[in-house]
């Protein structure tokens, strides 16, 4: 304790001295006066007070001793606080699961059983998206009687008045095709798609509707085992609250018109900080109800049969229908946060258990701001002893990113996740948004933020297998981007740009000159990600030391 450095101790050796002469040499010492021999002191008294003065001397140095160790126990016992930022879907979560993956693999792997119940929800709310593709085809909306046009005209208005990205021409944030798409579920949406969706829709006729009823009739008895799953895992009185994202889109057709239940909404799951949630989720289990059409989710318990244990079980195959409409409207599916429809067989069987990666992709949002406290289970050199939180936020834009500031101080860095392939994208929370845009605009944000001024930061540019596939599927950044201009419509030359263009604004909005890293991430992707957070881990160490030596 630190106490022990105000306790009162006998003069260390060098202040006493070893002989009178040694103190002689330094008349101007104010304490030449106490440290005198006493005057006309006897060969025996002189013998005695050396004795004395060396067991003192012993003593201070064994005070000074302790005091080494208990500098080197504060510094073992040190915290390090990481703080996660970014927007809605952006990776933070993910990001904080690899941390536990690496560092805590041991409770990272007990809790793996206890995500089933939200890859199930994943899943569920997957065939929720082609089932609003299907409602929106049979509706009036899709129907080629209604000029798509004027559709993304009147849309078009909201993004005109948005400010331009990177500072740079501001046509790159209202590109005429700008359109909150066609994604029912109000998420992730392209801007693109419904123009190519309307030129095909002149050409070629709408699913056939007793095909889209059957269709509708089998996957019906999703929406019971969704359900199911929101009871087992919302407390009741958060009911409203998982209605996030209700759009009106999405208040159509489903369920079935004959059905008694009130409109469907689209929600998705959150969870909220605490230990509590995992209760819910380790109480989840449901088994699926057969696919006759008759909604009969039970708890576990039930057969095996039945279950949407493959594409075609639940339609998809069978029909081609469900995925070239998918195609037409340009939703890509595979793209959207918690995709486990592939995997259906796999993450449908009674004895499933989540992977690893299942664990990574699955999709739960973070509402409000949580701390993961942990010490690395394996740890080595500067690190071991280091008591390790991170600081994992809610990124939408309708929880008042303002919650966040209490939270700014003592941070030693800072990751940002910017999901860069969403520069055709819009926030599920304010589709008159583009995504990039957002990004770019809280990048600013936490750079000018003067409390964050001496934070170290570290940007992860997100996404880049999603970006990839979508760069290799043909869309072109610079339809989005104008300043993007002529370049290589390639991985590699859009990851560039963007790490030059976020740097700028870095060096532009810090306040203090402070240290700055940039990756290019795909933080669901194990392999990858772990060297990158082994060298974030790396730094944030070398830092806190750097700092704590300035603070002892
Ligand atoms: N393919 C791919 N998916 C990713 C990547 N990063 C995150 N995801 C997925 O995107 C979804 C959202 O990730 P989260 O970590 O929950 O996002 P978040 O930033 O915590 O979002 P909020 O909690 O809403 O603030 C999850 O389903 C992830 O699996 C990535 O680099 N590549
Ligand atoms: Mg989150």
Known sequence: MYILTTVARSPSPIMTGSSPASVATLPDDPFDEFLK???????????????????????????DASIKVERQLRKKMRIVRLLLLGQSESGKSVTLRQFQRLYTPTAFREERILWRGVIQLNIVRSVRIILDALNRTSSPLASPSVSPKSQTRSLSKHHKARTSLFGSSSETSHPDDYLSGPGSNGHSNDLSDVETDSETHKTRPCLDSTEIESLKLR???????????????????????????????????????????????????????????????????????????????????????????????IGLETSDEPQELLHRRKIRLEEYPGFFLNDLERVTSLKYVPTDDDVLKARLKTVGVSEYRFQMEVSTGPEIGTDWRIVDVGGSRSQVRQ???????????????????????????????????????LWKTVCS??????????????????????????VRLAKYVKSFGDRANNLETVSKYFRSKFSAIHREYSPNPRKFYAFCTSVTDTATTAGIIASVRDMVIRQHLKQSKLML
Request: aromatic share 6%.
């Open 449 to 474: 933020n003067k409390l964050l001024a001496n934070v170290d930061l570290v940007l992860f540019l997100n996404k880049c297998d999603i970006l990839e596939t979508k760069l290799k599927a043909g």
């Open 219 to 313: 996957l019906f008895p999703l929406h019971h085992i969704e359900a199911l799953l929101i009871a087992k895992l919302v407390p009741p009185n958060e009911e409203e609250a998982t209605r996030l994202i209700a759009s009106p889109e999405s208040t159509n057709t489903y369920p079935p018109s004959h059905s008694a239940r009130t409109s469907y909404k689209t929600q998705e799951i959150f969870v909220r900080p605490g230990p509590g949630w995992k209760g819910g989720l380790a109480r989840a289990r449901v088994s699926y109800p057969s696919f006759t059409g008759s909604p009969n989710g039970e708890e576990s318990g039930s057969t095996n049969a039945g279950r949407p244990n493959s594409a075609g079980n």
């Open 37 to 63: 021999p006493p005057p006309g002191e006897t060969h025996e008294q002189r013998i005695t007070r050396l004795t004395r003065e060396e067991e003192a001397s012993k003593i201070s140095m064994a005070i």
């Open 403 to 441: 919650t966040w500031i209490p939270f700014f101080d003592n941070v030693d860095a800072i990751i940002f996740l910017a999901p860069i392939s969403g520069f055709d994208q819009v926030l599920s929370e304010d589709r008159t948004v583009n995504r990039l845009e957002d990004s770019v605009l």
